[in-house]
């Protein structure tokens, strides 16, 4: 042990079996008063000989691999002096400097020892790398060594050895001395004689790559800043490519080199390139440089062929689909026609095959004249009594059913209004069904609305049962009826017809049977099938709008199944069927063939008469309804061609022509299409019907401001106005009319169009007289004397002063004499005198003209 073991050590004591790093204390004072205690490192001084010199000091082995080599002693240390000890007559601030100097040198020294030694560690690897290079040629060449020993070659030198180190420091670290030991005892051998030198046959050294020989500055600038941008990182194949400053060629240089080298190769033998046909789309309209892409031929050889054709065009201008045509089948390829209709879906291009159809239930629509029995006959078929929530007793919606007969057939029924202004609900009806039932009341006879039942039967072109009602009342006279029918080429069975006929009474239910019998004989007879295994197509019975579900329509399905979750399109709307109802209110997931439903999910309400089919996805619903939406708003703005007449007569209409505004909101689209078309029947020259709008629903905020603003009152047909509504309406005294029975909503209005007409002014000419004199009467005024010719004279009287037949003034007759005396008449052949109210052009040889003016109220 030696004596520094027992002072105190820096920290943690170093692993080891000597400690060559110690601990010391140096106490500081200050001016201000204040001491410090500084803790100082205390190392011993080694000294790093030359190996092989046996004045090396021995350093100490750490983790050395067995055996150890012999490694050479270190001289020894001087003891270091205590730094803590201050010489002879030295103060405590040139202690402290003197000390804070010596531990930046010993700082220092410890830096630049170790640079050094890494310096030498460098040299001895690459002296080692180059030994171990030289053995490996060696090896490479042994098979060349000749039998006779080969001349003896120097050995390498060595590596130059370690220069000594001058422990100039007062310290140095514990760790470093066992690195260099080791390195010291690898490169040395087991003894202290050098190795004998080996004898192999001389290789030349490889020859390196010289490096590059740096450009100057001027030089470098001349390349620009792209060149060091485009440089890059410095990578494996970089370094090892000796061309790295030569560009290489891009893709498109290599590709215009091939392509020339093509060229130059078929400039000799030039062969004409075979044509290439190609299919061209053409829309109606196209422009020529538009086609010439299409076709990718030039535009300036469209535009010379079409020159050629008498066509002066320019590349920009639109030609139309037959002048595009004969162009592509001049170029010689080949053309496919198309429109802004091919978006549209075409109905009549899908038809199902023959093996793919089955049988479904018959449609039958009931037809006829308004209170004679439709109603109250289908209550009886199913058993249910609707006409009771009927308003006024008449139906005035159209209503689809079906229903289940004791064999288990079924059968649809639909139910049309029997009212003049349900037109177009009875011709829907006529135009979706397989049978009509005509309805006729044996009390009453043929009627207005039965007659156009009939006609609408013979459109469409299906086959006619007559149903005879009230067979329970005493003036039932089924005979007439059936004789009346012969006037319109319907001949009944009874009289040897093809038209059958049954008597029925829907109280007692005479005749039911009979005419289910027959229905489904008919229905036999024309052999209805449909394909349900297919996307569903149906037609829009009734559309509205509900508070809660929102649009509704009830659509009869014409073939395929309709199913939930389908995306659809119907006239301009589009959707997808959220939930589906049938007649009785109850919920279902598909729908075959010839069933009656509602439908929930429309993005919109419908119009009656739409057809809904069924699309893939909701993209093409989309693209159908956007484009029949844009059909729509342009057949609706188009206007009529501008000519003197038209531009007259609608002159003639802003000057004369009375207009009575007014907002219509129904239940239903069928009502409401009812209701404008018998609307604009009640206009005539004078005065007519403008709807600013109709619409299905309740009466909304939007409806109540359209009104106000253009002073029109608001007419609900079975709806009410909604919470906002009300509140509008009493605010701005808003006139609101609720109907529920179309004629009096029908009446209502046309006394209301009366009233802004105004009474009429009927002028009945009493008598006529001849001017002979004028006379002076008073200062201003003039009395003319008069002889009656015609008639009578009356003071009060409204009189016309003509001359030549034209009307010179209007006036009233203010004074009327005879001679001297005020007389209340005059009649024909006598003279008198008058003085007209406000009128002094008078003249002898006028006519003045007399006439009463009635005032009489005006009907519509």
Request: proline share 7%; charged share 30%; hydrophobic share 40%.
């Amino acid at each position: 042990m030696s004596d520094t073991d027992n002072k105190p050590t820096l920290g943690r004591k170093p692993l080891g079996l000597k400690r060559s790093v110690e601990a010391g204390e140096v106490k500081q004072t200050f001016s201000h008063g204040r001491t410090n205690k500084v803790v100082v490192e205390v190392k011993r001084r080694k000294l790093i000989g030359k190996p092989g010199t046996p004045e090396a000091a021995p350093a100490e082995p750490v983790a050395a691999p067995p055996p150890p080599p012999p490694v050479q002693q270190q001289a020894p240390q001087p003891a270091p002096r205590p730094t803590n000890v201050a010489p002879t007559g030295e103060t405590r601030q040139e202690l402290q400097a003197r000390l804070l100097r010596e531990a930046e040198e010993a700082r220092m020294a410890s830096l630049e020892a170790a640079s050094r030694r890494e310096e030498d560690e460098r040299q001895r690897a690459a002296e080692e790398e180059r030994r171990r290079a030289e053995a490996n040629q060696t090896k490479a060449a042994a098979p060349v060594v000749e039998s006779t020993p080969a001349p003896e070659v120097a050995a390498a030198p060595e590596a130059p050895a370690a220069p000594e180190v001058q422990a100039q420091a007062p310290a140095e670290p514990a760790a470093e001395a066992p690195a260099v030991a080791a390195s010291d005892a690898e490169e040395r051998p087991a003894t202290q004689a050098a190795p004998a030198p080996r004898r192999f046959t001389p290789v030349a050294a490889p020859k390196r790559p010289e490096p590059a020989v740096k450009k100057p500055a001027h030089a470098r600038d001349k390349t620009g800043a792209g060149d060091r941008r485009q440089s890059g990182k410095l990578t494996v194949t970089r370094a090892l490519n000796e061309d790295e400053g030569a560009r290489a060629r891009s893709l498109a240089a290599l590709k215009r080199a091939r392509e020339k080298e093509k060229r130059a190769h078929y400039a000799g033998k030039s062969q004409p390139r075979e044509k290439q046909v190609r299919d061209v789309v053409v829309p109606e309209a196209i422009t020529v440089q538009e086609l010439a892409n299409r076709m990718a031929e030039k535009g300036a050889d469209l535009v010379k062929a079409l020159f050629k054709m008498g066509v002066m065009v320019t590349v920009n201008q639109t030609i139309d689909q037959d002048t595009a045509e004969l162009l592509v089948e001049e170029f010689g390829h080949n053309i496919t026609l198309v429109s802004e209709s091919d978006v549209d879906i075409d109905h009549s291009a899908d038809v199902d095959a023959e093996e793919t159809l089955q049988t479904r239930p018959p449609v039958v629509t009931i037809m006829g004249h308004v209170d004679h029995g439709k109603t109250s006959l289908l209550d009886a078929l199913r058993g249910t009594d609707v006409v009771r929530g009927e308003a006024g007793g008449i139906t005035q919606h159209i209503g689809a059913y079906q229903i289940k007969t004791k064999g288990g057939d079924l059968i649809t029924f639909l139910d049309t209004p029997g009212h003049e202004a349900f037109t177009e609900m009875r011709m829907r009806g006529a135009n979706v069904t397989d049978i009509v039932i005509l309805v006729v009341a044996g009390d009453d006879g043929l009627m207005p609305q039965t007659i156009e039942a009939i006609n609408h039967t013979k459109a469409a072109g299906v086959p006619m049962i007559v149903a005879i009602t009230k067979a329970d009342k005493p003036e039932y006279k089924s005979q007439k009826i059936r004789e009346r029918l012969l006037e319109h080429e319907i001949v009944v069975e009874q009289m040897s017809g093809d038209v059958q006929d049954v008597e029925v009474s829907a109280k007692t239910g005479a005749g039911l049977d009979e005419l289910i019998e027959k229905i489904l004989l008919q229905a036999e007879l024309l052999e209805l099938r449909a394909n349900p295994d297919r996307s569903a197509e149906a037609t829009v019975v009734e559309a509205k709008l509900d508070k809660g579900k929102g649009p509704l329509a009830t659509v009869l399905i014409n073939r395929g199944t309709l199913k939930v979750g389908d995306i659809f399109v119907v006239g301009t709307q589009s959707g997808r069927v959220r939930a589906m109802h049938d007649d009785k209110g109850r919920q279902i997931k598909s729908a075959p063939p010839s069933l009656p439903v509602e439908v929930l999910g429309l993005g919109g309400v419908p119009m009656s008469g739409d057809t809904l089919t069924v699309v893939e996805n909701e993209a093409r619903a989309r693209e159908v309804a956007s484009y029949r939406q844009e059909q729509a708003t342009a057949k609706r703005t188009t206007a009529a061609p501008a000519s003197l007449e038209n531009m007259f007569s609608a002159l003639k209409d802003k000057q004369t022509v009375l207009e009575y505004p007014i907002v219509v909101k129904a239940d239903v689209q069928g009502s409401t299409e009812a209701i404008v078309n018998a609307l604009n029947k009640i206009s005539n020259d004078e005065i007519k019907v403008r709807v600013l709008h109709s619409g299905v629903g309740a009466i909304t905020e939007s409806d109540v401001s359209l009104a106000q603003a253009a002073g029109a009152p608001v007419v609900g047909f079975n709806v009410r106005p909604n919470a906002k509504a009300r509140e509008m309406v009493e605010r701005f005294k808003v006139p609101m009319k609720y109907f529920d029975v179309i004629y009096q909503l029908t009446e209502e209005v046309a006394k209301e169009m009366a009233g802004i007409w105004g009474p009429e002014r009927i002028e009945t000419v009493v008598g006529r007289a001849e001017i002979k004199e004028i006379f002076p009467a008073g200062k201003k005024d003039k009395a003319a004397g008069l002889l009656v010719t015609d008639g009578y004279i009356r003071k009060g009287l409204y009189a016309r002063v003509t001359r030549d037949d034209v009307i010179v003034s209007k006036t009233t007759i203010a004074s009327l004499r005879r001679f001297k005396d005020d007389v209340a008449e005059v009649r024909a052949g006598l003279e008198c005198g008058v003085v007209l109210q406000d009128t002094n052009d008078i003249k002898p040889g006028d006519v003045l003209e007399t006439f009463d003016v009635e005032m009489r109220e005006r009907t519509l």
